[in-house]
């Protein structure tokens, strides 16, 4: 079983900047695959981007890339996504998400535990 809870969101004006991390329970965090996803209110839960266990692999969303960069720290137990340059349109709770398998994938289904979310508002 494997707890994960974010942190680092909050209120921030267009073009500012944010950290997000989630730190997870468990022995095995360094072989779980990680991620970030989003839910915009009304909207459904969308990938925003994935890291595999080594950290030797990261994919992002065309939306997020070059603005959004996820890493992960594995002797902490934690992963993070910096967040700059962020847009009225990056407004969303952002979830955390660990999946068994070594792949990143953009799927929802994919993951098999999930942190609680927290709430990114960016301001124009």
């Known amino acids: 079983q494997v707890h994960l809870v974010e942190s680092g969101g909050g209120l921030v004006q267009a073009g500012g900047s944010l950290r997000l991390s989630c730190t997870a329970s468990g022995r095995t965090f360094r072989t779980y695959t990680m991620a970030w996803f989003r839910q915009a209110l009304g909207k459904e839960r969308e990938f925003v981007a994935g890291?595999?266990?080594?950290?030797?692999?990261?994919s992002h969303a065309d939306s997020v890339n070059g603005r959004f960069t996820i890493s992960r720290d594995n002797d902490k137990n934690t992963v993070y996504l910096q967040m700059n340059s962020l847009k009225p349109e990056d407004t969303a709770v952002y979830y955390c998400?660990?999946?068994?398998?070594?792949?990143?994938?953009?799927?929802?289904?994919?993951?098999?535990?999930w942190g609680q979310g927290t709430q990114v508002t960016v301001s124009s």
């Open positions: 890291i595999s266990w080594i950290g030797g692999s990261a």
């Open positions: 998400a660990a999946a068994i398998d070594g792949y990143i994938q953009t799927g929802v289904g994919h993951y098999n535990y």
